[in-house]
C-alpha cells in the first residue's frame, strides 16, 4: 500500500517537473506597466483586466482562457461595433502571432472578470494564470486599480 501511494507521489512530483519545463519554453512576457484588474464596485461581482502580452517565440500561440482563484469564470471580450451600438463579444481564443503582441485595454479586447470572491480593493494584487494551447501556462500578477487612479495616471502622459 505504501509502495502505490509512494510512486503515485513519484509519477504526481514527475509530471509536475515535466510541466514546468514545457511552460518556460514559452516565450510569453506580460509588460507591467499598464497591466493591471480594475478594482469591483461594491455590490457588483463583475470587473475587468487589462495588459499587453507579447508573444517573443517564434512560433504563433494561442490564449485559450485564464483562470484564477478570485473568479471562477473569467472571459476573452472584444468591443464590437453593431448597429452604431457598442457591444461586447465574447471569444473562445485569441491568437499571438510570433513576435508580436496582444494589447488587452478599455474598450477593446479585455478579459472580464464574473462571480468575484471578493471586492477588489485598489493596492491588492491578482494572481491569473493564462493559458496557452499545449497546455502551456503563464502566471502573472497584476495589481488592482481604482478608475481614478487610471485617469490620472493618463494625465501624466
Partial sequence: MINKYLSL????????NIAGASANDLNIKVKQENAYVRASIPGTEI???????VNNSEKTVT??????????QI????NIMTNDMMRMQK??????????SLVLQPSGLHLMLF???????????????LH?????KKVIQLPVQSLKQKQQHHHHH
Fill in 9 to 16: 507521489v513519484f509519477v504526481i512530483i514527475t509530471s509536475f
Fill in 132 to 136: 496557452f494551447t499545449d497546455e502551456q
Fill in 47 to 53: 470587473t475587468s483586466a487589462y495588459m499587453t502580452i
Fill in 75 to 78: 472571459e476573452i471580450h472584444q
Fill in 91 to 100: 471569444l473562445e481564443s485569441v491568437k499571438i502571432n510570433s513576435n508580436e
Fill in 63 to 72: 490564449l485559450t482562457k485564464v483562470s484564477s482563484k478570485i473568479s471562477p
Fill in 115 to 129: 462571480k468575484l470572491t471578493h471586492v477588489l480593493k485598489p493596492g491588492e494584487v491578482v494572481e491569473l494564470t
